[in-house]
Every structure is written in C-alpha cells, then in structure tokens.
C-alpha cells in the first residue's frame, strides 16, 4: 500500500506563497506520473500540475506561470511551489500517484488565500 503524505497548505493573503510537498513511502521513480489535485466544496477534483516519470510537466492553464511542480528523487518527494495565490486557489489539495497497479491519493491540505 502506497502511501502519500501532503504539507505545506495554511492561510495566506493573495499575491503570497506556499509550498506544498507529497512525501511517498517508496521511490517515486516507480510512479508513472505523479500530479496535485485541489478540490472545492460540491466541485469535482481537478488537476492542477502533473510530472511525468521523465520529467515532462503539464499545468492547468489557470495556474501557469504561477504554479511549478517539481521533484526531489533522494526525498521520494513531489513539490508544488505556488506563487502569487488567488483567492480561488483556495482548495484542498491533493496528491496523487499513479503506476501500472493503480493509483493512490494523499490525504489532502487545505490551502485557503484571503483577499
């Protein structure tokens, strides 16, 4: 059973920063692609970055230039640095991670940016 362990999410003021990581039980190199999620209330789960096994990178255009997804191989640790929040990137957060056996979720953290 994989697990995924998110951090980093708080209270913010728009225009600040925060970074998120996904610490996972085993090497990340096992995982296909890895990817942050965020959630609101009555809304489905929506993908905001994903990192692939060799790197490649995608962004939902909402967050692009302002969110990076990034990885820490000797951590088995996935980031995401978030720049210059919104008040609608106020989420719950996620962490996923995908292999040939399936995919596995984090728990979540809440990040909540006040105007």
């Known amino acids: 059973q994989v697990q995924l362990v998110e951090s980093g999410g708080g209270l913010v003021q728009a225009g600040e920063s925060l970074r998120l990581s996904c610490a996972a039980s085993?090497?990340?190199?096992?995982?296909?692609?890895m990817g942050w999620y965020r959630q609101v209330p009555g809304k489905q789960r929506d993908l905001v970055a994903g990192?692939?096994?060799?790197?490649?990178?995608n962004y939902a255009d909402s967050v692009k230039g302002r969110f990076t997804i990034s990885r820490d191989m000797s951590k088995n640790t996935v980031y995401l640095q978030m720049n210059s929040l919104k008040p609608e990137d106020t989420a719950i957060y996620y962490c996923?991670?995908?292999?040939?056996?399936?995919?596995?979720w984090g728990q979540g953290t809440q990040v909540t940016v006040s105007s």
């Open positions: 085993i090497s990340i190199f096992s995982f296909n692609v």
């Open positions: 990192i692939s096994r060799g790197g490649a990178t």
């Open positions: 996923k991670a995908t292999n040939v056996g399936g995919s596995s």
